[in-house]
């Protein structure tokens, strides 16, 4: 059953029942009315007797409420002229004027007094002399304090230590990156006479080791100790 053919119910007062081509509505708007069941129609002559309905409404409590607003005005505007009229009457009075004057003397002493310790302050009696010379010597351009904050703390001088061991599978990406601290302390390296310090640490490196070779000590190799300290700092042996 579509729009055109199903029933409508009035939502007013009548509560009849209209059929679809009779309600007087377009087409889309008579889908809408049946695919929406929440949406509610009104007849003509319900809406006419709504309309007379709520007029009346309208009608009785506005004029329930007018004599309430008029007079809930006409008390607002008597207090208000009270209030202005009393403080008229206090302004006028014999102890508002004689509390306006004592308060204008006082304002006046008091300004005078303040004049006369300001004056006395910024011209005391005794001319300066003009040929007397600054107390202080005037600045050098450049000299003045500098008024610079300093919000970045002064960067502390660091010692970078490396301490590590040096067996023989250490690679030499391990050595190149052991070679950038400032002092390097290796333990049981396995170095020899014939390997010079040269080769491992270059010309930057002031280097301390003592190495424990098979062939020319009981002992065997690998227990050597080696200490290099970088170039920029001073060093003695």
């Known amino acids: 059953m579509d729009a055109d053919d199903g029933n409508f ?4 007062f009548c509560k009849k029942a209209f059929h679809g ?9 008579r889908k809408e009315l049946h695919r929406n069941p929440q949406l509610l129609w009104v007849c003509h002559g319900c809406s006419d007797l709504m309309g007379d309905v709520a007029s009346k409404m309208k009608s009785v409590v506005l004029s329930e409420l007018s004599p309430m607003l008029d007079q809930m005005r006409c008390n607002i505007l008597t207090e208000v002229d009270r ?6 009457e206090l302004s006028h009075s014999p102890i508002a004027e004689v509390q306006r004057q004592t308060v204008v003397s006082q304002a006046g002493v008091s300004s005078d007094d303040s004049y006369a310790a300001v004056t006395k302050d910024r011209l005391p009696n005794h001319r300066l002399d003009a ?10 351009v450049g000299t003045a304090p500098k008024t610079i904050l300093k919000t970045v703390p002064t960067q502390q001088s660091r010692l970078w230590l490396f ?4 067996a023989t599978d ?3 990406e391990q050595v190149a990156d052991m070679v950038c601290y400032d002092v390097v302390v290796l333990t049981e390296t396995w170095l020899n006479d014939s390997i010079p310090s040269s080769l491992i640490f ?31 700092f001073k060093t003695s042996i």
């Open 9 to 12: 119910q009035c939502a007013g």
């Open 131 to 140: 040929s007397a010379g600054s107390l202080q010597p005037p600045l050098a």
């Open 163 to 166: 301490f590590s061991r040096l």
């Open 21 to 29: 081509k009779c309600l007087g509505l377009s087409p889309t708007i």
């Open 83 to 88: 209030r202005i009229t009393h403080l008229i």
């Open 170 to 172: 250490t690679t030499d």
């Open 202 to 232: 270059g010309d930057k490196y002031t280097v301390i080791r003592t190495d424990r070779n098979g062939n020319n000590s009981s002992r065997a190799d690998g227990g050597g100790v080696l200490i290099a300290v970088s170039s920029s």
